[in-house]
DNA sequence: AAGTGAACCGTTATAACATAACACGTCGGC
DNA sequence: GCCGACGTGTTATGTTATAACGGTTCACTT
């Protein structure tokens, strides 16, 4: 069934993804907190972009008591700061990222249909941006690609 | 001084902008009406992309009395839905579109340090990224790339 | 002329997203 | 024991965006 690249968002890849954060917490001496590692697991678990407030509520109803926006939005600077994780900007939403300890700009593939987001790296796209870019003078620093659509399944079954 | 193509934003570019969205509203029979006027001649005054509240805060200033959000918000989705307008998902901002009655996807330049944005063309980038994403079996309908980096002039002040 | 519907705008309230500021506990170095 | 760094809890607030309802105008119909 899986050729040698897919876009799957199968259940695996999303834990393959918690897994690979664990590891380099351990490697970079990072505290994976039982915090963290729950909203990790919230991320992992969820087949889309999670928003800051689905998190809250998600980790709320695991502990019983209400949880506020500044514990969430912590634990998020954690995982944005350290790469783990990409800020969807026209969602403000947050998604994993599927390409861990690559230094990378991300491209997101966001699914009009299913919500849900495929991240793709082209060096040839960051390239072209950057000289885009320079032509009009202008330095490049950091780039936000956001791409909406249909992904494979909803193509078809659209 | 000026070459065959800058991207000075000088205050005429501004201007122009709004007159070109001006001759616009005839051709297609749109209804500039007033208050859709006042917020144009406010985001044309306006040296970078300005946020709802701003708008607000313009167009309370200058009917000297309160005017609600919903009232900009309306205006900002007409300018939208016609193309006048691209919506800076990275700031939450609205900037004035550069190639008004060209079907494009703009490419957003934002200055980290003035905040000015310039928006280019560039059909290459564009195709290539719908190439990236149809290998990624993903078909693209819409597009948002956003660049922060530093202007031409303040890339030379620095 | 009265009736109808579309487009526009005002108004109130609320939803959704994000951060400031301060307090407290733990742990490791000194 | 003291200190500072780090992580978390808590309260309050700031920022961005939309829902829902009402009223006016105007073109079009009957
Ligand atoms: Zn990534
Ligand atoms: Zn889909
Ligand atoms: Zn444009
Ligand atoms: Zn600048």
Redesign the interface.
């Known amino acids: 069934m899986s050729k040698s690249r897919d876009?799957s968002h199968a259940a695996s890849d999303r834990r393959d993804w918690a897994r690979q954060v664990e590891k380099f917490c351990g490697q970079r001496e990072l505290q994976l907190t039982p915090l963290r590692r729950q909203v990790l697991d919230i991320l992992a678990g969820a087949q889309a972009p999670l928003g800051a407030y689905a998190i809250i509520e998600a980790l709320s109803r695991e502990q019983g008591k209400a949880v506020a926006p500044p514990t969430v939005y912590r634990t998020l600077d954690f995982f944005l700061e350290n790469g783990f994780l990409h800020k969807v900007?026209?969602r403000n939403a947050y998604a994993p990222c599927e390409h861990l300890g690559r230094r990378h700009h991300g491209?997101l593939?966001i699914?009009?249909r299913c919500g849900r987001t495929?991240e793709?790296e082209?060096p040839?796209?960051d390239e072209?941006?950057q000289e885009?870019?320079a032509k009009?003078?202008?330095?490049?620093?950091?780039?936000?690609?956001?791409?909406?659509?249909?992904?494979?399944a909803c193509?078809k079954a659209a």
């Open positions: 876009h900007e026209s491209i593939l699914c009009a495929d793709i082209s040839r796209v072209m941006l885009t870019a009009a003078g202008f330095s490049a620093q950091r780039q936000m690609v956001e791409v909406e659509g249909l992904c494979e193509g």
